[in-house]
């Protein structure tokens, strides 16, 4: 199964955030801009990267992963990669269950997150701020 796909390119998106991941057979590690993902932090972070790995149990051993991961914050990247990540797993694999079974845990797993932040706007400091209005 593994062996007919020598290279999947996938990517996901979360705010500002892009990844991009590689999967290729090998022997179960996962990279993260160039770091292996157990040296990445905050804890938060990596276990939202980990997520798709544990669900995909060990059929997720025999791939390797690497992610770069460009723009946003820490956690706008974890995601984006997480959903690079199951995305590339679900091509390798070429499983329905598996899928399905990513929709049932967490839609955000499989589909872009398409929100974006309001642009800031005349007569105030942000989006929704606005100047208070004195009546004296």
Avoid: H
């Avoid at 939202?48 to 914050?73: C, F, H, N, W, Y």
């Avoid at 049932?104 to 997150?113: F, G, W």
């Avoid at 942000?126 to 208070?132: E, S």
């Amino acid at each position: 199964m593994v062996e007919k796909v020598p290279l999947i390119q996938t990517s996901g998106k979360r705010k500002s955030s892009v990844a991009r991941a590689l999967l290729r057979k090998g022997a179960g590690r996962v990279w993260i801009n160039a770091r292996p993902l157990e040296l990445c932090e905050p804890l938060e972070a990596r276990m939202r990267m980990k997520e798709p790995i544990l669900l995909a149990g060990q059929r997720a051993e025999s791939l390797d992963i690497e992610v770069t991961v460009q723009g946003g914050g820490y956690m706008g990247q974890a995601s984006a990669a997480r959903t690079a990540i199951a995305r590339g797993l679900v091509e390798v694999f070429a499983d329905n269950e598996l899928a399905g079974l990513f929709k049932q845990y967490d839609r955000s797993l499989l589909v872009n997150d398409t929100r974006r932040k309001l642009p800031k706007l005349p007569q105030g400091r942000g989006a929704r701020k606005r100047r208070q209005k004195s009546y004296r």
